[in-house]
Structure formats: structure tokens, C-alpha cells
């Protein structure tokens, strides 16, 4: 299978200080990659270089097959970003902002009518599309979130700690949406903190200030480290950092 | 294209949800242009005059009387102390005092000279300019009055052009018009003005604070992922204020047409086309501030600097050409200066296209410049 | 009382503006710019007129008022178009302020005794220094009339005026007092408001209300930060006036500092109001703004002075605090009076202080009912 995502010595630095030092690992199509680390560990900056948000000072990656540095505007035409703080317009009611985003990604009427339908239906949101979306409880937002994100079809999809917050029925549904998604051969690209999720991943990786401390599927790691659970594992690597 | 298509409609349906935008676009301005256009004059009215009379003689008399009936001054009080009269200018209860000494008609009849003292308080500026000037021609006025009456066969300097003429010394007699405003009507000179600073103001803190609230909120980044052209960010962000304002003036010069009675003596069409320019300047600053702003209250405050600034250096209370050059030169560059000189010759005079051109050629010049800086300033991607 | 909470509440306060460098900087700085700018480049008096003649029949006595006029540095002659319908257009833009039309024969009338007839064209689109730059125009003619007809002269009643408290009528010397009120009112209402609706919005306010702090103390610890900078503000200000435009200083300088300061936490207190009553930040921003500020330019007498004013105007003027202090402001500046003679505008303002004080108490106090 091919990289979709291909990071090599990817760096970051503030001034003297190295957010993100070297890192390079790569995700295969369709794949659900989960990207750990502690609060400060580089997590964020490493995916805001990844999305165009930020520019490396070194190294290189690409995305969907163009370089982030060169092709910026390319690899935007393929990704779909969830960001960690909800970032839909919240004066604009559900059906709104999907048009809204259907219409940049460049979806024809009809696509953004069929596909906002689809949308709509599949969250049970059809009451509440006419509705402002701050009216709409978190859980709800974060889902709709990642169905806007998801709506022009992209090859990835970044999601930057979408579960936060949430009840775990709606954890748990957000699983399955993303699933659904890596089933139809969108690769996922998720961080978050809740260790149980990070078992749902086809493969980790964890960041332990600014450098990737380990990198494997849940059972490779555990089996390395002889722990129970992925929790376990996380907290030995990142607690000498802490 | 089509993406700013779905950019404007997201906006205009953000401005027509909030009620505080609404508010501030349209019943702000034109609220206070109903009151402040009344107050924006330097119009003179009725000054109270004190008057010391140490002479109590028909001429003394004649002289206090002729001010009074001027309809400019009115007599409040007569003392013969000056001390008192002092106080009273300190305590603000006259405007005005004119001593007459003691000999004032003698002097007039043999030395055909006396003199007066006429004191105003100055606290307030302006208007002790005007009044002395009023007060001037009505000393001339009563000279010459004198003088006809102790040498009827000479004739006067004076500025009443009615005084049949006289044999004897040479007279100039002027005829004065005063053209675009022959009442010197203040607020045919101020309306204009006033309607386009509040509409300035509250387009630019608008637009200003527009970028900036999406990168407060974090929905700034989402639109940066995604394959938007900077130039087309620009344009969404712009269009809606920009069209609202014009509306703003256009609401505005109604109101000021039939509520005001300023003149529409020029093209309202290149009024409006001017005023597109403009106002493609005035936003444009606006935004370029939001490009570099973190937060809304620096973009706030800013942009009130800079609003501020343009106002008081625009001409629109004081002339321009009042001020030292480097400061004009610095007007040049302020496109409120030029939008108002365009207005009010069109509106006032009549003036042509060609008559502004230059105008519109530096508002076009400043809102290029201006739009530039702001898609350059703006980066989807922090270095 | 709980003065370690208060102590604690008010070091929070001036850590988070000193924070803010750039906000801080143009707070600092904004005032010593206002003044200088404004004072150099705000003024009311005419430099120079611009005059066209139209002399169709050219003798000794046009000759003689045209030398006049050239001779004067007050006029600059920048056209002599050959008929008055050539003016139109240079007035249209605004190339001339006065034109002088002479009638033909104009020497010859003169010699014998009738009148000589000029026309005397102003651009009066400006009412202010239109008629300004007739006077001066009209000065010019008659001086050289009395020069004809000086043998016999008739009667002159001369005045010696006397402008007083501003002798030279320099216009920095009225600015200066309003611009202070202006800055005043940017540091305290606008700084106040936006402060306190931040904390509104951001849910932290709720966290102070519960806490041990009663509502006037959180006002109070909010507020005395902004009192300090404002403080700083007027004597820039005032120094800045004084040493660059040497604006006079009569009257007493504790009685203004201690004026400026009520004038402040009238401001402060407004300030409060705007946020107690707004939703958003943005709102109150923009309430405090361009509810306090515009109205502070245009109705206080800064600028326009309250006289000229339709009579129906005047009393609302007597709400703007900004208008009182610029009465004790140009008072204390200009005519060296003291408390004898501005006693009322200090009370209006210790009123105006008690009433927005009491009504931004209030509304915090139904959150914690």
C-alpha cells in the first residue's frame, strides 16, 4: 500500500525551543493512525505542518502525495481538518455550514444538496438542520464536525482530539464513524487522549517531547513493554518526560 | 469564483443574524447625524454685551444701541465699573464688554477720533473671531453714520452699499456674493462631512474587527486548511460591509437632502462612485489592521487611532489648507480628506467628473495600495 | 472587609495590563501623539487666500489694488482669467477662495466722485473661513480707500479688542483641554469596558462574583489600575502642552489633576454601565466607543462651541461629562480661576460619578440574588 502520508526529519523550532525534533513515520491508505503524546509533546504543531498551518523549519512530508512545503494548496484540496476547539460557525444553522464547505471544496449543487441529505440523515439531525448550530449539544457538534470535514471525500482526514469532552455513547459512535470512513479508504489521522480509543487504531505512534518514543500496532507495543494496555505503555514513555 | 459565491453568502447571513452589527451599520449613524448635525456650527448667535459706559452721551449711547440692534449682541447688563464687568466674563455671564471712556463724544467732535475698548472672551475660540468682526462692521457703520452727520458733504468708508453717493471723497462700493452658500448655511458644509465620518467609523471598526473575531473564535484556521484563495478571503470579507455602507450613505445623503435641505447641485451618480472608492480604502485599512491584529481589542483599538486621527486631519472640522505643510502633506494620504473635498464640491457646486478627478484618482491609488498590503498581510500559513 | 482578596484582585489587574505591551504602549503614547499632532496641524485660522482677478479695463487705481493685494502676504494671486465666466470653473475645483471683479472705468469713477463698483466673489462652502477670507479682502479695499480720501477724512470710532484668556487665539490653546477629556475618556471608559466584558464573557467574572469580593470591590479593583494610567495620561499630556506649544497655564495645577481625576472615574464608572448592560465584548467595545467618544467630539465643545447651538441642543450637552470638564479644564488653563467660579461643573460631575456608580453596582448585584 501506498504512503498517504509520509513524514521524514520533520522539524519545528520556536526560537531555541524544539517543538517538533526529527520526526518521521509514514501512513498507509485506508489505515487508522493514531497520534499520541502528552499535553506539549509536539502533537499539535507536527499536525499543523502536516495541514499547512505552519511551516517547517526542516525536514520534509507529504501529504495525499504533494510536498507540504511546496504544494500546500494541493494538499488542501485533499485533506479534511476537525479541529480540537469546535470551529463551525455557530451563528450559521447545520445545513448552512454544510453548504458553506461544500461550496469551497468545490461540490457541484447537486453533490452538496445530495451529500448534505446523506449528512443529515445519518447524524438524525434532520429536526435540527434548520437550527443555529450553537444550539446543537457538544456531542452533536463534534459529529457534525467531522461529517463537514469528511464531505468533499478527501484521501485524509485530521482529527485533532475529536473526542474531548463527549459522553461515551457518543465516543463510541464517533468510532464507528470513523471506521466507516477508514472503510471506504479514507486514511484517518486522529490524536487524542483517551488511551481506550487508541486500542481502535490500526497503528500508534507516541511523542514524547518532540520526538517519536514509540511506533507500532496496540498489541506490538504492548508486547514490547509487557503491559496490559496501551495506557500503561503511554505512561512509562511519557513519564520521565513529565 | 464560485467559492466566493458561498464565502459572501456565509457573511451576509452572519451580518443579518447579528443584531449588534445591524444596530451599529445603520440606526447608530444615522441617529447621530440627526443630532450632530446640529451641533457641528461655528455659527455665532447673540452675545451678551456688558457695557461700561463712563461717557453717558448721545454719541456713548447711540454706539451701545447700535450693537443691540444688531440682533448680534444683546445688552445684558450696564454698569459703571469694570471690575464688575471682569467678573462677570470670569463667571461666564457675558460673552462681551465694551468700555466707553469718559470724553468719547468730545474727542469724536473735535479730534473726529475716539476710541473704545471691546474686550471678548476668547475661552471658547472661534467665535471671538467672528464677533469681533461683526462688531468691527458696526463700529465702521456708525462712523460713517457720524461722519455724514458732522461732514455731510464727505463721504464714508463704510460697507452698507445702499449710502447714496456723495461728492467729495472717492468711494469704493463693493457688491459681495458668497457662491454655494450664499445663507452660510453651516450644515450644507457639515452634513456631508459628519455623514461620511460615521460612516467611516463604523465601517472600519467593523471590518477591522471582522478577521479578527474568526481567529478568536478559531474558525479562521478551518477556512485556512481549505483551497481558498487569499485574494478571495479578501474579497468575501470585504464585499458585504462595503455594500452595506454604501447603502448607509445612500440612507444617509436622503436624510440629510430632505431632512437638512443640503443641496444636490452635482451628480449623485459620481457621488456614488466616489463614495465606492472611498469606502474600498477606508475598508480597506480596516481590514489589513484585522490581518495583523490578535485580538479584537487591538484591532479595536488600533483602528480607533488610526480613525481618529484621519477624522481630525481630514479638513472636515478644520481646513486643510489651514495646516502646517507637512501635515498637508500627510492629508494627501488620508483618503477621507479626498472623499469630502469630492463630496462636498459635487454636492455644494456641481463639479464634474473632472473637476474631482484628481480626488478619485488618489482614493484609487490609496485603495490599491491599501487592498495589496491586506491579501499580502494576510498568510493561511504562519512562517 | 476582606482587603488581602481586594489586594490580591487589583495586583491581578495591573499584571494583566502590563502584560499586554502593545495595548499598553498606545495607551502610553497615544496621549503625547494626540497633542503634538493635533496641536501642530488643528487649526481654525486661514493661512492664505487665494484670489483670481478679473480686470477687463485695466487703469492706475486697479493697478494700485492689484499692487495691493500682490504686495500681500496674506493673498496669493493665482489667476487673472479675462471674464467672470472663466471663474466658475476654478471655483468649482476649488483652485480660488476669492475673486475680485473690477468694473470698467473704475479710475475714472473714483476721480469723480462716484462710486467705483467691485465685485467681491467668496467660495462660501465653507461659512467659517469664507467669510474669514472676506473680511481680509475687504480690509485690504478699504485701507486704500482711506489712503485716497485720508485729506478730511470723516469720523472713525477706533476699538482697541482685546481677546481675552487666549489673546492670540491659538487654536492649540482650546484643543489642548478637550483633547485631555478625549484621551481621559478613551483610557477610562473604553479600558474599563472592554475589561470588564472580557471577564463577562469568558465566564471568569461569574468565578469573581462568588467569590469572598462584593460587587463594589470587584468594580473598584478593576478600576483603579485604569485610574493610575489615566493619571499618567494627563500629566503627559499636560506637559506635552506646555513644552512643545507653551499652551499657558494660569490657574491652579492640583485643582486640574484632581479635576481630571473625577473626570476619569466618571469615565470608569461610565465605562462599568457600558459593560454591565452588553452582551458581548464586541458590543461593548463598540458601545463604549462610539457611544462615548463621537458624542465627546461633537457635543462637549471641543470643537464646536456649545453658544453656536440650536437652543434645543444645548441642555442635552449638560449630560456629556466631557463638557464640564472642559469648562473647568479651559478655566483653569486659560482664565486662572479656581473652585470660586467652577464649583457647579464639579459638582455635575460628582453627580454624574454617584449616578453611574450606583446604576453599574446594581446591575451586578441580581447574579448573585
Same mark, same amino acid.
Given at each position: 500500500?501506498?504512503?498517504?502520508?509520509?513524514?521524514?526529519?520533520?522539524?519545528?523550532?520556536?526560537?531555541?525551543?524544539?517543538?517538533?525534533?526529527?520526526?518521521?513515520?509514514?501512513?498507509?491508505?485506508?489505515?487508522?493512525?493514531?497520534?499520541?503524546?502528552?499535553?506539549?509533546?509536539?502533537?499539535?504543531?507536527?499536525?499543523?505542518?502536516?495541514?499547512?498551518?505552519?511551516?517547517?523549519?526542516?525536514?520534509?512530508?507529504?501529504?495525499?502525495?504533494?510536498?507540504?512545503?511546496?504544494?500546500?494548496?494541493?494538499?488542501?484540496?485533499?485533506?479534511?481538518?476537525?479541529?480540537?476547539?469546535?470551529?463551525?460557525?455557530?451563528?450559521?444553522?447545520?445545513?448552512?455550514?454544510?453548504?458553506?464547505?461544500?461550496?469551497?471544496?468545490?461540490?457541484?449543487?447537486?453533490?452538496?444538496?445530495?451529500?448534505?441529505?446523506?449528512?443529515?440523515?445519518?447524524?438524525?439531525?434532520?429536526?435540527?438542520?434548520?437550527? /443555529?448550530?450553537? +444550539? *446543537?449539544?457538544?456531542?452533536?457538534?463534534? @459529529?457534525?464536525?467531522? !461529517?463537514? %470535514?469528511? =464531505?468533499?471525500?478527501?484521501?485524509?482526514?485530521?482529527?485533532?482530539?475529536?473526542?474531548?469532552?463527549?459522553?461515551?455513547?457518543?465516543?463510541?459512535?464517533?468510532?464507528?464513524?470513523?471506521?466507516?470512513?477508514?472503510?471506504?479508504?479514507?486514511?484517518?489521522?486522529?490524536?487524542?487522549?483517551?488511551?481506550?480509543?487508541?486500542?481502535?487504531?490500526?497503528?500508534?505512534?507516541?511523542?514524547?517531547?518532540? /520526538?517519536?518514543? +514509540? *511506533?507500532?500496532?496496540?498489541?506490538?507495543? @504492548?508486547?514490547?513493554? !509487557?503491559? %496490559?494496555? =496501551?495506557?500503561?505503555?503511554?505512561?512509562?514513555?511519557?513519564?520521565?518526560?513529565? | 469564483?464560485?467559492?466566493?459565491?458561498?464565502?459572501?453568502?456565509?457573511?451576509?447571513?452572519?451580518?443579518?443574524?447579528?443584531?449588534?452589527?445591524?444596530?451599529?451599520?445603520?440606526?447608530?449613524?444615522?441617529?447621530?447625524?440627526?443630532?450632530?448635525?446640529?451641533?457641528?456650527?461655528?455659527?455665532?448667535?447673540?452675545?451678551?454685551?456688558?457695557?461700561?459706559?463712563?461717557?453717558?452721551?448721545?454719541?456713548?449711547?447711540?454706539?451701545?444701541?447700535?450693537?443691540?440692534?444688531?440682533?448680534?449682541?444683546?445688552?445684558?447688563?450696564?454698569?459703571?465699573?469694570?471690575?464688575?464687568?471682569?467678573?462677570?466674563?470670569?463667571?461666564?455671564?457675558?460673552?462681551?464688554?465694551?468700555?466707553?471712556?469718559?470724553?468719547?463724544?468730545?474727542?469724536?467732535?473735535?479730534?473726529?477720533?475716539?476710541?473704545?475698548?471691546?474686550?471678548?472672551?476668547?475661552?471658547?475660540?472661534?467665535?471671538?473671531?467672528?464677533?469681533?468682526?461683526?462688531?468691527?462692521?458696526?463700529?465702521?457703520?456708525?462712523?460713517?453714520?457720524?461722519?455724514?452727520?458732522?461732514?455731510?458733504?464727505?463721504?464714508?468708508?463704510?460697507?452698507?452699499?445702499?449710502?447714496?453717493?456723495?461728492?467729495?471723497?472717492?468711494?469704493?462700493?463693493?457688491?459681495?456674493?458668497?457662491?454655494?452658500?450664499?445663507?452660510?448655511?453651516?450644515?450644507?458644509?457639515?452634513?456631508?462631512?459628519?455623514?461620511?465620518?460615521?460612516?467611516?467609523?463604523?465601517?472600519?471598526?467593523?471590518?477591522?474587527?471582522?478577521?479578527?473575531?474568526?481567529?478568536?473564535?478559531?474558525?479562521?484556521?478551518?477556512?485556512?486548511?481549505?483551497?481558498?484563495?487569499?485574494?478571495?478571503?479578501?474579497?468575501?470579507?470585504?464585499?458585504?460591509?462595503?455594500?452595506?455602507?454604501?447603502?448607509?450613505?445612500?440612507?444617509?445623503?436622503?436624510?440629510?437632502?430632505?431632512?437638512?435641505?443640503?443641496?444636490?447641485?452635482?451628480?449623485?451618480?459620481?457621488?456614488?462612485?466616489?463614495?465606492?472608492?472611498?469606502?474600498?480604502?477606508?475598508?480597506?485599512?480596516?481590514?489589513?489592521?484585522?490581518?495583523?491584529?490578535?485580538?479584537?481589542?487591538?484591532?479595536?483599538?488600533?483602528?480607533?487611532?488610526?480613525?481618529?486621527?484621519?477624522?481630525?486631519?481630514?479638513?472636515?472640522?478644520?481646513?486643510?489648507?489651514?495646516?502646517?505643510?507637512?501635515?498637508?502633506?500627510?492629508?494627501?494620504?488620508?483618503?477621507?480628506?479626498?472623499?469630502?473635498?469630492?463630496?462636498?464640491?459635487?454636492?455644494?457646486?456641481?463639479?464634474?467628473?473632472?473637476?474631482?478627478?484628481?480626488?478619485?484618482?488618489?482614493?484609487?491609488?490609496?485603495?490599491?495600495?491599501?487592498?495589496?498590503?491586506?491579501?499580502?498581510?494576510?498568510?493561511?500559513?504562519?512562517? | 472587609?476582606?482587603?488581602?482578596?481586594?489586594?490580591?484582585?487589583?495586583?491581578?489587574?495591573?499584571?494583566?495590563?502590563?502584560?499586554?505591551?502593545?495595548?499598553?504602549?498606545?495607551?502610553?503614547?497615544?496621549?503625547?501623539?494626540?497633542?503634538?499632532?493635533?496641536?501642530?496641524?488643528?487649526?481654525?485660522?486661514?493661512?492664505?487666500?487665494?484670489?483670481?482677478?478679473?480686470?477687463?479695463?485695466?487703469?492706475?487705481?486697479?493697478?494700485?489694488?492689484?499692487?495691493?493685494?500682490?504686495?500681500?502676504?496674506?493673498?496669493?494671486?493665482?489667476?487673472?482669467?479675462?471674464?467672470?465666466?472663466?471663474?466658475?470653473?476654478?471655483?468649482?475645483?476649488?483652485?480660488?477662495?476669492?475673486?475680485?471683479?473690477?468694473?470698467?472705468?473704475?479710475?475714472?469713477?473714483?476721480?469723480?466722485?462716484?462710486?467705483?463698483?467691485?465685485?467681491?466673489?467668496?467660495?462660501?462652502?465653507?461659512?467659517?473661513?469664507?467669510?474669514?477670507?472676506?473680511?481680509?479682502?475687504?480690509?485690504?479695499?478699504?485701507?486704500?480707500?482711506?489712503?485716497?480720501?485720508?485729506?478730511?477724512?470723516?469720523?472713525?470710532?477706533?476699538?482697541?479688542?482685546?481677546?481675552?484668556?487666549?489673546?492670540?487665539?491659538?487654536?492649540?490653546?482650546?484643543?489642548?483641554?478637550?483633547?485631555?477629556?478625549?484621551?481621559?475618556?478613551?483610557?477610562?471608559?473604553?479600558?474599563?469596558?472592554?475589561?470588564?466584558?472580557?471577564?463577562?464573557?469568558?465566564?471568569?467574572?461569574?468565578?469573581?462574583?462568588?467569590?469572598?469580593?462584593?460587587?463594589?470591590?470587584?468594580?473598584?479593583?478593576?478600576?483603579?489600575?485604569?485610574?493610575?494610567?489615566?493619571?499618567?495620561?494627563?500629566?503627559?499630556?499636560?506637559?506635552?502642552?506646555?513644552?512643545?506649544?507653551?499652551?499657558?497655564?494660569?490657574?491652579?495645577?492640583?485643582?486640574?489633576?484632581?479635576?481630571?481625576?473625577?473626570?476619569?472615574?466618571?469615565?470608569?464608572?461610565?465605562?462599568?454601565?457600558?459593560?454591565?448592560?452588553?452582551?458581548?465584548?464586541?458590543?461593548?467595545?463598540?458601545?463604549?466607543?462610539?457611544?462615548?467618544?463621537?458624542?465627546?467630539?461633537?457635543?462637549?465643545?471641543?470643537?464646536?462651541?456649545?453658544?453656536?447651538?440650536?437652543?434645543?441642543?444645548?441642555?442635552?450637552?449638560?449630560?456629556?461629562?466631557?463638557?464640564?470638564?472642559?469648562?473647568?479644564?479651559?478655566?483653569?488653563?486659560?482664565?486662572?480661576?479656581?473652585?470660586?467660579?467652577?464649583?457647579?461643573?464639579?459638582?455635575?460631575?460628582?453627580?454624574?460619578?454617584?449616578?453611574?456608580?450606583?446604576?453599574?453596582?446594581?446591575?451586578?448585584?441580581?447574579?448573585?440574588?
Amino acid at each position: 500500500m501506498t504512503a498517504v502520508i509520509d513524514v521524514h526529519e520533520l522539524t519545528r523550532r520556536f526560537g531555541r525551543f524544539t517543538a517538533v525534533d526529527a520526526i518521521s513515520f509514514d501512513v498507509k491508505a485506508g489505515e487508522v493512525f493514531g497520534f499520541l503524546g502528552a499535553n506539549g509533546a509536539g502533537k499539535t504543531t507536527a499536525i499543523k505542518m502536516l495541514i499547512g498551518l505552519l511551516v517547517p523549519t526542516s525536514g520534509r512530508a507529504s501529504v495525499a502525495g504533494f510536498d507540504v512545503l511546496t504544494r500546500a494548496e494541493d494538499v488542501r484540496r485533499h485533506i479534511g481538518y476537525m479541529s480540537q476547539r469546535f470551529s463551525l460557525y455557530e451563528d450559521l444553522t447545520v445545513r448552512e455550514n454544510i453548504t458553506l464547505y461544500g461550496g469551497i471544496y468545490g461540490l457541484s449543487d447537486a453533490e452538496i444538496r445530495g451529500r448534505g441529505d446523506a449528512l443529515i440523515e445519518g447524524l438524525g439531525l434532520g429536526h435540527a438542520s434548520l437550527e /443555529r448550530v450553537a +444550539a *446543537l449539544p457538544l456531542g452533536w457538534k463534534q @459529529k457534525l464536525a467531522f !461529517s463537514v %470535514a469528511l =464531505l468533499h471525500r478527501p484521501a485524509v482526514v485530521f482529527l485533532d482530539e475529536p473526542t474531548s469532552g463527549v459522553d461515551p455513547i457518543t465516543r463510541r459512535q464517533f468510532w464507528e464513524m470513523i471506521y466507516a470512513a477508514a472503510a471506504r479508504g479514507t486514511t484517518v489521522f486522529v490524536t487524542t487522549h483517551y488511551l481506550d480509543e487508541a486500542e481502535y487504531c490500526d497503528r500508534v505512534s507516541i511523542m514524547v517531547d518532540g /520526538r517519536i518514543g +514509540a *511506533l507500532g500496532t496496540p498489541d506490538e507495543l @504492548k508486547r514490547e513493554y !509487557s503491559d %496490559a494496555t =496501551l495506557e500503561e505503555v503511554f505512561v512509562r514513555l511519557a513519564r520521565p518526560a513529565a | 469564483m464560485r467559492a466566493l459565491r458561498f464565502l459572501l453568502r456565509k457573511e451576509f447571513l452572519q451580518i443579518f443574524r447579528d443584531h449588534v452589527i445591524l444596530g451599529m451599520l445603520f440606526v447608530m449613524p444615522l441617529g447621530q447625524l440627526l443630532i450632530l448635525a446640529n451641533a457641528a456650527t461655528f455659527e455665532v448667535r447673540s452675545a451678551r454685551l456688558y457695557v461700561v459706559d463712563h461717557d453717558h452721551t448721545p454719541a456713548s449711547r447711540g454706539l451701545t444701541d447700535r450693537l443691540a440692534a444688531s440682533g448680534r449682541f444683546v445688552l445684558t447688563a450696564a454698569s459703571p465699573s469694570s471690575a464688575r464687568a471682569d467678573q462677570a466674563m470670569l463667571a461666564r455671564q457675558t460673552d462681551a464688554i465694551l468700555v466707553i471712556p469718559t470724553g468719547f463724544e468730545r474727542d469724536l467732535v473735535r479730534q473726529r477720533r475716539a476710541e473704545v475698548q471691546f474686550i471678548l472672551n476668547a475661552e471658547d475660540g472661534a467665535a471671538a473671531g467672528v464677533l469681533q468682526s461683526y462688531a468691527s462692521r458696526i463700529f465702521a457703520a456708525y462712523s460713517a453714520e457720524l461722519s455724514a452727520r458732522v461732514t455731510p458733504t464727505l463721504a464714508s468708508i463704510s460697507a452698507r452699499a445702499d449710502l447714496p453717493p456723495r461728492r467729495g471723497g472717492p468711494i469704493i462700493e463693493i457688491r459681495r456674493r458668497g457662491w454655494y452658500n450664499p445663507e452660510l448655511e453651516y450644515l450644507d458644509f457639515m452634513v456631508p462631512g459628519i455623514l461620511v465620518v460615521l460612516v467611516t467609523v463604523v465601517g472600519t471598526l467593523l471590518t477591522a474587527m471582522n478577521i479578527v473575531r474568526e481567529k478568536e473564535a478559531g474558525t479562521l484556521d478551518q477556512l485556512n486548511v481549505t483551497p481558498i484563495r487569499r485574494s478571495t478571503f479578501i474579497a468575501a470579507k470585504l464585499i458585504p460591509l462595503w455594500s452595506l455602507a454604501l447603502l448607509d450613505l445612500a440612507l444617509g445623503l436622503i436624510l440629510a437632502h430632505f431632512a437638512f435641505g443640503v443641496p444636490v447641485r452635482g451628480s449623485l451618480g459620481l457621488v456614488f462612485g466616489g463614495a465606492a472608492i472611498y469606502l474600498l480604502a477606508a475598508l480597506g485599512v480596516g481590514l489589513w489592521i484585522s490581518t495583523i491584529a490578535e485580538t479584537q481589542q487591538q484591532a479595536m483599538f488600533v483602528t480607533f487611532s488610526i480613525v481618529m486621527i484621519y477624522l481630525l486631519m481630514s479638513g472636515l472640522f478644520t481646513p486643510v489648507r489651514g495646516m502646517p505643510v507637512w501635515a498637508q502633506w500627510a492629508a494627501q494620504l488620508n483618503p477621507v480628506t479626498h472623499f469630502i473635498r469630492l463630496i462636498r464640491t459635487v454636492l455644494l457646486k456641481g463639479a464634474g467628473p473632472a473637476d474631482v478627478a484628481p480626488q478619485l484618482a488618489m482614493l484609487a491609488a490609496i485603495g490599491g495600495v491599501v487592498l495589496t498590503l491586506a491579501v499580502r498581510q494576510y498568510r493561511k500559513r504562519a512562517a | 472587609m476582606n482587603t488581602t482578596a481586594l489586594a490580591a484582585f487589583m495586583t491581578k489587574e495591573v499584571r494583566h495590563i502590563l502584560r499586554d505591551r502593545q495595548t499598553l504602549t498606545i495607551l502610553l503614547l497615544l496621549p503625547l501623539a494626540m497633542v503634538v499632532l493635533f496641536g501642530y496641524a488643528l487649526r481654525s485660522d486661514v493661512n492664505e487666500v487665494r484670489l483670481a482677478l478679473v480686470d477687463p479695463a485695466p487703469d492706475y487705481a486697479t493697478a494700485a489694488l492689484r499692487g495691493r493685494f500682490a504686495g500681500n502676504d496674506r493673498f496669493r494671486i493665482v489667476a487673472t482669467p479675462a471674464t467672470t465666466a472663466k471663474l466658475e470653473p476654478l471655483f468649482r475645483r476649488g483652485d480660488v477662495d476669492v475673486a475680485i471683479v473690477f468694473e470698467p472705468g473704475f479710475a475714472a469713477r473714483l476721480a469723480e466722485g462716484t462710486s467705483a463698483r467691485l465685485l467681491l466673489v467668496g467660495d462660501a462652502s465653507d461659512p467659517n473661513t469664507g467669510s474669514t477670507m472676506q473680511a481680509y479682502a475687504t480690509a485690504v479695499i478699504a485701507g486704500y480707500q482711506a489712503e485716497l480720501g485720508s485729506a478730511g477724512a470723516g469720523v472713525q470710532i477706533v476699538s482697541r479688542t482685546r481677546m481675552r484668556y487666549n489673546p492670540t487665539l491659538e487654536s492649540v490653546n482650546l484643543f489642548v483641554p478637550g483633547l485631555i477629556a478625549l484621551v481621559l475618556t478613551l483610557v477610562s471608559a473604553l479600558m474599563t469596558a472592554i475589561s470588564l466584558s472580557r471577564e463577562k464573557e469568558r465566564g471568569t467574572l461569574e468565578v469573581l462574583l462568588v467569590s469572598p469580593l462584593r460587587p463594589w470591590q470587584i468594580i473598584l479593583g478593576k478600576v483603579l489600575p485604569y485610574l493610575l494610567l489615566a493619571f499618567v495620561n494627563v500629566v503627559t499630556a499636560l506637559l506635552a502642552a506646555w513644552v512643545v506649544f507653551r499652551v499657558p497655564f494660569r490657574g491652579s495645577l492640583p485643582l486640574l489633576l484632581v479635576a481630571s481625576m473625577l473626570y476619569s472615574l466618571v469615565s470608569l464608572a461610565l465605562g462599568v454601565l457600558v459593560a454591565a448592560v452588553t452582551t458581548s465584548q464586541r458590543a461593548a467595545m463598540i458601545g463604549a466607543l462610539v457611544g462615548t467618544m463621537l458624542p465627546n467630539e461633537l457635543l462637549s465643545g471641543m470643537i464646536f462651541p456649545i453658544s453656536s447651538m440650536p437652543d434645543w441642543l444645548r441642555p442635552v450637552t449638560a449630560v456629556i461629562p466631557a463638557r464640564w470638564f472642559i469648562v473647568i479644564a479651559r478655566g483653569i488653563m486659560l482664565k486662572g480661576v479656581g473652585l470660586e467660579y467652577l464649583w457647579r461643573a464639579h459638582l455635575v460631575l460628582l453627580l454624574m460619578l454617584a449616578v453611574f456608580l450606583a446604576l453599574a453596582i446594581r446591575s451586578f448585584r441580581p447574579r448573585l440574588a
